[in-house]
């Protein structure tokens, strides 16, 4: 069994994703290490492509960029990316958001529902 080079944390992160003229779509990051992540998407891709992910860690900032992520496993509306190109500025975004996980496990508010306004 392969081991794991950086823990992953689950989460549940809107995002979306492009390949030049190949594929695009968006979907839901819910695990996420400094290395990669797993996508939940209605969107087919396959093994060996090449895409620019989008993710949107905080409802604050714009969308964390990696340049280039690519698919590693594809099952059931669901694949693996390995992050290969982030911009140093994007990195360090990164790194800040998975330190932060650490620290505090993420918990996403669960949505209201509306008829239970006062």
């Known amino acids: 069994m392969e081991q794991r080079k950086n823990p992953r944390f689950p989460?549940?992160?809107r995002s979306s994703f492009t390949s030049l003229n190949i594929?695009?779509?968006d979907g839901n990051i819910t695990d996420l290490s400094l290395r990669g992540c797993r996508v939940e998407s209605h969107t087919a891709v396959r093994t060996g492509t090449s895409l620019e992910l989008r993710a949107h860690v905080s409802e604050d900032e714009p969308p964390l960029k990696?340049?280039?992520a690519v698919v590693r496993w594809c099952r059931a509306q669901q694949f693996g990316l390995e992050f290969v190109t982030?911009?140093?500025e994007e990195w360090a975004r990164l790194q800040h958001t998975v330190t932060q996980?650490?620290?505090h496990p993420y918990q996403k508010e669960p949505a209201k529902d509306p008829s239970e306004a006062a």
């Open 11 to 13: 989460v549940r992160f």
């Open 101 to 103: 996980l650490e620290l």
């Open 86 to 88: 982030l911009e140093p």
């Open 66 to 68: 990696v340049q280039e």
């Open 23 to 25: 594929v695009g779509g």
